[in-house]
Each structure stands twice: as C-alpha cells, then as structure tokens.
T-cell receptor
C-alpha cells in the first residue's frame, strides 16, 4: 500500500492564481482531512470529509474548496491565491472505527508570491 | 484554556536518558489519544495510540494515560539522536468523532 499520497511536493504560485492540491489514499478509509501548518505552528484543519459526496468545514476554510467524488481522492482547491496561504498542506485519512487514527501524506509546500 | 496543551520546549535530553513528554487535555470525556512524531520538514507520523488508563509499551516508547487527571505522556527510553523531532499530542474527544484536536507540539533535542 502506498498509504496517503499528495501531489505536487512543492509549488510556487503568483498572487491571484489558482491550483488544486491532489490527495489520494489506498487504505479504503472513509474519513479524509486537509490541514495546513505554518512555520513553527500547529496543525489547522481546513476541510474534512466522512465519505464520498460529504464534506464539511474545519477551522480555517476561507479561500479553499474541496470535493469528494470517490473514496480514494480528496482534492483541495485554492482560488485566488494570497500570500497568507503560504504554508505546508497535509492530507490525512482514517477509518471510521471510532478511534480516528489519522495517517498523513508527505505534504505539499506552497509559496504564494 | 487550550483543549490540548503541550510544553513547546525545546526539551533537551542526553543520549541514552529517558525523555518524558507531557500533554493535558480539557475535555473529560475524551476517548482516544495519540502521539505523532514530526521531523523537521516532514509530515506527522503516528507512533503511539492509547485508549485505556495505564501504560502501553512499544519498543522504546511508553504511552501513559490518566483520565482522572486528564493527562497523557510519552516516555522514550534510551534516547537516540534520531529521536530529535517535534512530538504532537492528539485527542479524539468522543468515540466516533471524526475530528482530532492537536496540541502545538513539544520540540525534543537529544544531545549526543
């Protein structure tokens, strides 16, 4: 199993550009998550999904959108990139067994200039 | 009061000694507790899960949970320089809750 995969690893965007961060998992997990982590800071939940077709906002959803059309994939869309979105983005997944052990992808480092 | 609190450190421990990392949480009904290790520039890696009061050992790592006092700790025995990382505590407030609450992490440095 590859676990949780993310692409791209790095990206530089200009202010106002848009992009999609890709996340996929092959563990048949229902739950998937997007976090951002600013330098020296903790993880902040952006959006999460408990299954295909179901998404919900986390604590910092502004400026982002998500969709979940399959169990495996959970892309994060940035519209009109701003310097405040410079961060490292992590995708995670977990099974709905009640305990919520989350497994993280390798991350995408995004810089907005 | 933060929901999950950790001392940010840095915590410096000599090689071969025991490193002790602590985490307190505010929701008395919390059910699941996790320790993640995060190397600089890398993603969080799950290293320990604990669900019941008491100790859980896995190799050099021991997680300790005390629900009455609302704390969970991680002990690392025979600390190695490769243990130098930031350790994140995470709590699942309710069984079946789809979200984890993370602490901000404790930076651990093992001194050779």
């Amino acid at each position: 199993n590859a676990g949780v995969t993310q692409t791209p690893k790095f990206r530089i965007l200009k202010i106002g550009q848009s992009m999609t961060l890709q996340c996929a998992q092959d563990m048949n997990h229902n739950y998937m998550y997007w976090y951002r982590q600013d330098p020296g800071m903790g993880l902040k939940l952006i959006y999460y999904s408990v299954g295909a077709g179901i998404t919900d906002k986390g604590e910092v959803p502004n400026g982002y959108n998500v969709s979940r059309s399959t169990t495996e994939d959970f892309p994060l869309r940035l519209e009109l990139a701003a310097p405040s979105q410079t961060s490292v983005y992590f995708c995670a997944s977990s099974s709905p067994d009640g305990y919520n052990e989350q497994f993280f992808g390798p991350g995408t480092r995004l810089t907005v200039l | 009061q933060k929901e999950v609190e950790q001392n940010s450190g840095p915590l410096s421990v000599p090689e071969g000694a025991i490193a002790s990392l602590n985490c307190t949480y505010s929701d008395r009904g919390s059910q699941s507790f996790f320790w993640y290790r995060q190397y600089s520039g890398k993603s969080p890696e799950l290293i320990m899960s604990i669900y019941s009061n008491g100790d859980k050992e896995d190799g050099r790592f021991t997680a300790q949970l005390n629900k009455a006092s609302q704390y969970v700790s991680l002990l690392i025995r025979d600390s190695q320089p490769s243990d130098s990382a930031t350790y994140l505590c995470a709590v699942n407030r309710d069984f079946g809750n789809e979200k984890l609450t993370f602490g901000t992490g404790t930076r651990l440095t093992i001194i050779p």
